[in-house]
């Protein structure tokens, strides 16, 4: 069993809708978590993060953590066809020897579509 | 602010060959981290480096080594190449001790054939 377990989709929405985002994990230890976005041919980019529980907003992103079932969370506010990518998530535990050490999910592609 | 660059974008190798891939760190960051990315697949940590050493490594061989040089920037080897090496190559950069915020370049697309 992975880590870090996230729907590969394609998830398809029309233009305007929310869109909704998921990863489970098993490692308690995993305190800080982050959600990448990543373009065809591109490298990740970092969206947001979030470090334990809680939730964090920033213009039409909306990032949610649930620790106590281990499942976080993005949402995608006004989805427009430029949001067409795959979103990652990842996590990493406040250790010293995890440093560096992102343990990413699958990918969830999205699509909206005009 | 320069971003984290990485050379060449695209480069087919034979099984058996050896290659070298390249990372420039972002400006100010101190550390650099190399992940693979297979297709379909989020990115797997390969190794990390701070202040010219290895300090983190993940579920690879030996066979993959890096380098890191005083102005932060890095190479990833990988000798003996085989056909499941083909993949996406990331480097990232951060400032040590940092477990978010880390710059991604566009990454190496490698083919092993």
């Known amino acids: 069993q992975k880590e870090v377990e996230q729907d590969p989709g394609p998830l398809s929405v029309p233009e305007g809708a929310i869109v909704s985002l998921n990863c489970t994990y098993s490692?308690?230890?995993?305190?800080?978590f982050m959600w990448y976005r990543q373009y065809s041919r591109k490298g990740p980019e970092l969206l947001m993060y979030?470090?334990?529980?809680g939730n964090k907003e920033d213009g039409r992103f909306t990032a949610q953590v649930d620790k106590s079932s281990k499942y976080i969370s993005l949402f995608i506010r006004d989805s427009q066809p430029s949001d067409s990518a795959t979103y990652l998530c990842?996590?990493?535990?406040?250790?010293?020897?995890?440093?560096?050490?992102?343990?990413f999910g699958a990918g969830t592609q999205v699509v909206v579509t005009p | 602010e320069t971003g984290v660059t990485q050379s060449p974008t695209h480069l087919i190798k034979t099984r058996g060959q050896q290659v070298t891939l390249r990372c420039s760190s972002q400006?100010?960051?101190?550390?650099v981290s190399w992940y693979q990315q297979a297709l379909g697949q989020g990115p797997q940590f390969i190794f990390q480096?701070?202040?010219?050493?290895?300090?983190g490594r993940g579920n690879f061989p030996p066979r993959f080594s890096g380098l890191q040089f005083p102005n932060y920037s890095s190479e990833l080897n990988v000798n003996a190449l085989e056909l499941d090496d083909s993949a996406l190559y990331l480097c990232?950069?951060?400032?040590?001790?940092?477990?978010?915020?880390?710059?991604f370049g566009s990454g190496t697309r490698l083919t092993v054939v």
């Open positions: 490692n308690s230890a995993f305190q800080y």
């Open positions: 990232a950069s951060s400032f040590w001790g940092q477990n978010y915020g880390y710059t």
């Open positions: 979030t470090y334990s529980s």
């Open positions: 990842a996590m990493s535990p406040q250790r010293a020897d995890s440093w560096g050490k992102l343990q």
């Open positions: 400006s100010g960051h101190n550390t």
């Open positions: 480096y701070y202040r010219e050493e290895e300090n």
